[in-house]
């Protein structure tokens, strides 16, 4: 006899695409929405009474899912669930998914009600990566190499590289630059007059991007930097307040 407590977990990758593959499919396998769960692969210890199902990554299903979400709830909602699925938080997948089982029935005032727990945390996760890359476009340097190519370096906590390197596209639409995500192995690459697109770079070909000659100008901006302080009003509570410490790693002017 089947346990009637067997859960069935649906074992996904990190990425937006495979966690909207796994909503697609515990969805689709029909077996209630209080007997499935989402996991990412990896980011939880494995439990009784449990059946896990791995999921193979579909764009199709994810363009699906993706597209249900913004004829149903909204744009806005799809922003929100697109931003939660960038989140390092173990439990997006399974958040993603609670909060769609009460959006697809309200609708667009589902994200209204914030007393529910699952619409909660949506915009806990959202805000979260949100303001990450927020940070990032601000702070970003770009160092510049051999052949005039633009090199950024950050090692953001999310999975926010996505959501800056268009921010920079628009920007800097002329310029062949790349913003290398130094934790994930991820690059964003924009060729001059081009389309932006995500990369993985094996760890022999950022070693290589780095050990490129560097910009020339690099010395004469820490100069400049140094030269524009007034030594009497530095405050470094209010500077570290302005630009915290984990924004500054690849920041010229704070390197010696």
């Known amino acids: 006899m089947e346990n009637q407590e067997e ?3 649906f074992v996904c990758g990190g990425d937006p ?5 796994a909503v697609y499919d515990a969805w689709a396998s029909r077996k209630g929405h209080s007997r499935v769960r989402l996991e990412v ?3 939880s210890q494995p439990e009784l009474f ?3 199902v791995p ?5 199709e299903k994810a363009r699906k899912v993706a597209a249900a979400v913004k004829k149903k709830i909204g744009g806005r909602a799809w922003q929100m669930v697109y931003r939660a699925a960038l989140s390092r938080e173990a439990s997006r997948a399974e958040d993603i998914y609670r909060f769609l089982v009460g959006g697809f029935y309200y609708g667009p005032q589902a994200l209204d009600m914030l007393a529910e727990p699952a619409v909660y945390r949506l915009w806990e996760l959202s805000r979260a990566v949100g303001n990450e890359a927020h940070f990032f476009r601000e702070f970003l340097r770009f160092d510049q190499r051999e052949n005039r190519i633009l090199l950024g370096r950050i090692r953001p906590k999310n999975n926010v590289l996505s959501l800056v390197t268009p921010h920079f596209a628009d920007r800097l639409p002329q310029e062949n630059f790349l913003i290398l995500d130094m934790g994930r192995g991820l690059a964003g690459v924009h060729p001059a007059g081009g389309a932006w697109v995500l990369a993985r770079l094996e760890p022999q070909e950022a070693e290589k991007l780095l050990a490129a000659k560097a910009d020339p100008f690099r010395e004469l901006w820490k100069t400049f930097h140094r030269a524009i302080g007034v030594e009497q009003r530095k405050n470094p509570r209010l500077q570290q307040s302005r630009m915290p410490l984990r924004y500054r790693e690849f920041a010229e002017e704070f390197l010696e």
């Open 7 to 9: 859960k069935t977990v």
């Open 17 to 21: 695409d495979d966690i909207l593959t």
């Open 41 to 43: 692969e990896g980011e």
């Open 50 to 52: 449990c059946s896990y």
């Open 55 to 59: 999921v193979e990554t579909d764009r």
